[in-house]
């Protein structure tokens, strides 16, 4: 987990983060470190005990459960099988297809559902924790959550045209949505249907290029001869 956020904030800041990997790393950790102070004092069982009990137990299922829906029924479950095939240079077994479509989606949705029912407030042994501490678990609980409607509105009102074209543009990838790299964008597109091949300013540059390049060795060639 630590990777993956040391990884989001440098892909997120490329130009600020990129050649600065290691001394980033190094500020996170020291910041986690400090955080995590806390935890391993007489008392630190108690904050462990409220934030596993709220942040763990609804915000990493919702997230998990809408991560599920929008690879498979918005990004679209097929787009993102070929996706990996050709990061792997291979497919996956369809029994990962099925899961992102259904098992897995269902089984988070139940586990939520009977945690929801069964939810009581926080508690450590005999002992009860206060409303203001109740409330703070809340609090973290939807730290993690509150991000995702203001973004998406945020994203919504960016768009032109009605609501329902706002959301539909939305709701797409952007123009410049693919790998990093030009060689892995034009195998990119390449795999795209036909009806979504649209590269953008970089691989039409790269086809220039490439096409003015071929066109200077053929000069050079015939000059030769």
Known sequence: MFETMTS???????????????????????MEFLLGLPFVTKGGIYLLQIMDWY?????????????????????????????????????PPLWYKLS??????FTIMFILIFTMVMHEPVTYGDYSYPTWAIMIGWIMAMVSLVPLPI?????????????????????????????????????????????????????????????NSESEKALLQSKSV
């Not at 904030?9 to 996170?28: A, C, H, M, S």
């Not at 123009?175 to 060689?183: C, F, I, L, M, N």
Request: aromatic share 12%.
């Open 151 to 211: 973004i998406m509105v945020l994203e919504t009102l960016k768009q032109d045209g009605t609501l329902s074209q706002r959301i539909k543009k939305a709701m797409r990838p952007a123009e410049d949505w693919g790998p990093a790299t030009k060689g892995h964008k034009e195998m990119y597109y390449s795999s795209l249907p036909p009806n979504q091949q649209k590269p953008n300013e970089d691989m039409q540059m790269f086809s220039v290029t490439n096409t």
């Open 100 to 105: 992102w479509m259904g098992i897995t989606p």
């Open 55 to 91: 942040s763990s137990a609804f915000s990493l299922m919702i997230l998990s459960f809408l991560e599920c829906v929008v690879i498979a029924y918005i990004y679209g479950v097929d787009q993102f099988y070929n996706d990996i095939a050709l990061m792997i240079g291979r497919k």
């Open 8 to 30: 989001a904030f440098v892909d997120e800041f490329p130009d600020l983060l990129r050649k600065r990997k290691t001394l980033w790393t190094g500020l996170l950790c020291l």
